[in-house]
């Protein structure tokens, strides 16, 4: 069965930092190109970071050099650290852990934790 829990969401005041993780199980972790989205009210989901099985990493334009994404395999997990927050990066943020290959597919989402940026 696939879990992906994520944990670490909260209020804070913008300028401040969090950390997102996502502990993941059921599936080859090691694998998968994991992504963080987020989806504030009335929005639609958007990417903001993604990290490739190779470590190679993506982020949304508005994020880069304030976020950072990390996965540890050893864990199954994925890190979003979050740096300078905004009020504008308010929502809901969602892990994704993805594949797909002739053999294999699959797109697994996790429940959401909030993030909160005001003062």
């Known amino acids: 069965q696939v879990h992906l829990v994520e944990s670490g969401g909260g209020l804070v005041q913008p300028g401040g930092s969090l950390r997102l993780s996502c502990a993941a199980s059921?599936?080859?972790?090691?694998?998968?190109?994991m992504g963080w989205y987020r989806q504030a009210p009335g929005k639609q989901r958007e990417l903001v970071a993604g990290i490739t099985s190779g470590g190679s990493t993506n982020y949304a334009d508005s994020v880069k050099g304030r976020f950072t994404i990390s996965r540890d395999n050893a864990k199954n997990t994925v890190y979003l650290q979050m740096n300078s927050l905004k009020p504008e990066d308010t929502a809901v943020y969602y892990c994704?852990?993805?594949?797909?290959?002739?053999?294999?597919?699959?797109?697994?989402w996790g429940q959401g934790t909030q993030v909160t940026v005001s003062s």
């Open positions: 059921g599936f080859t972790f090691s694998s998968s190109k």
């Open positions: 994704n852990a993805a594949r797909f290959t002739t053999t294999v597919k699959y797109s697994y």
